[in-house]
C-alpha cells in the first residue's frame, strides 16, 4: 500500500509547467546562498555569546550583513595560483565541491501543496523511488573537490587535508547510510515525500531514536566540522585542503561548507523529525490546521536552524579529537553499534508484521539485550603491563658534542671535569703565586 502510494506521489511531480520548474529552482538557489549568509552571522553571534564576546555589530542592523560584507571582500581580494599547482583541476576543485551540495534540497519536500500563482504544486522539485540514495550519491560527490585541490595545490599541508577528507567521508557515510536503513524498514519507501508521509503519527527520531543518534554523529563528520575538523585542523595542517586558496576559489569551499551543513541538517529533519509537519500539540489543532499551506515551511526551517545550532554548539564546547581517535570511533564504535541496531530494527519489524504481541517482543528484547550484557562482561579485559622499577638515569655529559647542552628529564649530570694544564701552560693561579712569592 505504501509503495503504491508512493507511486502516485512522485508520477504527480511530472504535470508542473516549465516556469514553476524554473521558480523551484530558482527559490532552491537562492535559499542555499540566504541560509549560507544566515548561518554565517548565526554562528558567529551564538559561539560569542558562549565566550562572553558580542560578536559581529558594525555590518547591518546587530551585525546581520557581516557575513555578506566577507564574501564581497573574498571576491575582489587577489586570486593566487601557486607555481608548482596543476592549474586546471586546481581551478575546477572549487566547482566540484560547491555545485553537488546545491542539488540535494531538489528532492527534499518542504511542504504540501500550495498555490503558485494559481497553480497546485508541491514544495518540491522533484522525487524519485531512491531518492533517499541519491542524496548520499551527491554528497559523496563533494568530496573529490576537496581531494583535488589538497593534490593539485602541489603543497604537504593540503594533500594531507585532501587525504584526511576522504578517509573520513568514506567513513562515515558509512555509517551515515546505515542509520538510514531502519528508516527504510519502517517506512518501507526509499522516497523523501513518502517518508514524511508514514512519519504522520509518530516521527522516527522517537522510535528509532538510536539511528537518529547515529546520524547526527556522523553528520558532522560527513561535513568536517568542530569536533571532527580533521582535514583543515589550523594546529596540525595550516588550513589543510584549503592552504594555497584564496579570493573567489577560497570563498566557494566556504560556501559548499555551509550549504552541506543545510543539506544534512534538511535531511534529518525529513527522515527523522517529521519533515514540514508541525510538532504536536499544534499538528493537532483544528484537524491539521498547521500542515497545510505555506505553515509547514515554518516549522521545516525551525527545525532545520535548531540543527544547525547542534553544529555550533558542538563547536563551542567540545575540542578536536585525534585523528587516530576519531577513526577509532567510527570503525570500533558507531559501525557494530549500527549494524547491532539493524538487525534489532528487523526483528522489531518482523514481529509487528507477524502480529507478536508486544509483551512477547518485549520479553524477547529484554532477554537478547542481557545476552549482549553478560557476553560484554563476559570478555576478558586485557591485561595491564605489570609496572618495573625505573632504571638508574644513565650519566649525562652536558659538554659531550663540544657544545653545552641542556639536561633531558631523566637525566643527571656526570661529576664534574678535573681541569687539566697542558704541558708548558701557566694559569693565572700559579702566576699570582710566583708574582707573591718575588714580592
Known amino acids: 500500500m505504501a509503495a503504491e502510494t508512493t507511486g502516485d506521489e512522485i508520477a ?42 558580542l560578536g559581529p555589530n558594525r555590518t547591518g542592523p546587530f551585525g546581520s550583513l557581516q557575513s555578506l560584507a566577507d564574501g564581497v571582500k573574498l571576491m575582489f581580494k587577489e586570486d593566487i595560483i601557486p607555481k608548482a599547482a596543476d592549474k586546471i583541476v586546481y581551478i575546477a576543485a572549487p566547482l566540484v565541491a560547491v555545485i553537488p551540495s546545491f542539488l540535494i534540497l531538489s528532492v527534499i519536500p518542504l511542504g504540501p501543496e500550495v ?19 541519491f542524496t548520499l550519491a551527491i554528497a559523496s560527490v563533494g568530496v573529490y573537490g576537496l581531494m583535488m585541490a589538497g593534490w593539485s595545490s602541489g603543497s604537504t599541508y593540503p594533500l594531507l587535508g585532501g ?24 517506512a518501507g519507501t526509499m522516497s523523501t515525500s513518502g517518508i514524511v508521509a508514514e512519519q504522520e503519527r509518530l516521527w522516527y527520531g522517537i522510535i528509532l531514536l538510536p539511528s537518529f543518534i547515529i546520524y547526527l554523529i556522523a553528520m558532522v563528520g560527513e561535513t ?13 595542517l595550516v588550513a589543510g585542503w584549503g592552504t594555497e586558496y584564496s579570493s573567489i576559489k577560497y570563498a566557494m569551499f566556504f560556501l559548499a561548507e555551509y550549504i552541506n551543513m543545510v543539506n544534512v541538517s534538511a535531511i534529518a529533519t525529513t527522515l527523522f523529525l517529521g519533515g514540514w509537519r508541525a510538532p504536536w500539540p499544534l499538528s493537532a489543532i483544528n484537524d491539521g490546521m498547521f500542515n497545510t499551506g505555506w505553515w509547514p515551511l515554518l516549522w521545516f526551517f525551525a527545525k532545520v536552524i535548531l540543527l544547525i545550532f547542534v553544529f555550533i554548539w558542538l563547536r ?17 564504535v558507531l559501525l557494530p553499534v549500527s549494524l547491532v541496531w539493524i538487525v534489532a530494527v528487523a ?18 528484547g529484554g532477554i537478547a539485550v542481557a545476552v549482549l550484557l553478560i557476553g560484554s562482561l563476559l570478555i576478558p579485559e586485557k591485561k595491564q603491563p605489570e609496572e618495573t ?10 659538554f659531550a658534542g663540544g657544545h653545552p647542552v641542556p ?33
Open 12 to 53: 504527480g511531480f511530472g504535470n508542473d509547467p516549465w516556469w514553476i520548474i524554473a521558480i523551484k529552482c530558482l527559490a532552491i538557489f537562492v535559499l542555499c546562498v540566504v541560509l549560507t549568509l544566515f548561518n554565517i552571522v548565526f554562528e558567529r553571534k551564538v559561539v560569542a555569546r558562549m565566550q562572553h564576546r
Open 115 to 133: 498555490s503558485i500563482f494559481g497553480h497546485e504544486t508541491r514544495l518540491q522539485l522533484t522525487d524519485m523511488p531512491v531518492a533517499v540514495l
Open 163 to 186: 587525504l584526511r577528507s576522504t578517509a573520513q567521508v568514506i567513513s562515515y557515510e558509512l555509517v551515515m547510510g546505515l542509520s538510514f536503513v531502519g528508516v527504510f524498514l519502517f
Open 224 to 236: 568536517n566540522r568542530a569536533p571532527f575538523d580533521l582535514p583543515e585542523a589550523e594546529g596540525e
Open 316 to 332: 563551542g564546547t567540545l575540542p578536536r579529537l585525534r585523528y587516530d581517535q576519531f577513526m577509532h570511533f567510527c570503525w570500533k
Open 347 to 364: 526483528g522489531m519489524r518482523l514481529a509487528f508484521n507477524e502480529g507478536i504481541e508486544r509483551n512477547q517482543i518485549l520479553l524477547y
Open 389 to 398: 622499577e625505573p632504571a638508574e638515569p644513565a650519566p649525562f655529559d652536558a
Open 407 to 439: 639536561p633531558m628529564p631523566g637525566q643527571e649530570f656526570v661529576a664534574a671535569r678535573i681541569p687539566v694544564t697542558p704541558t708548558g701552560a701557566t694559569t693565572k693561579t700559579d702566576e699570582r703565586t710566583e708574582e707573591s712569592s718575588r714580592a
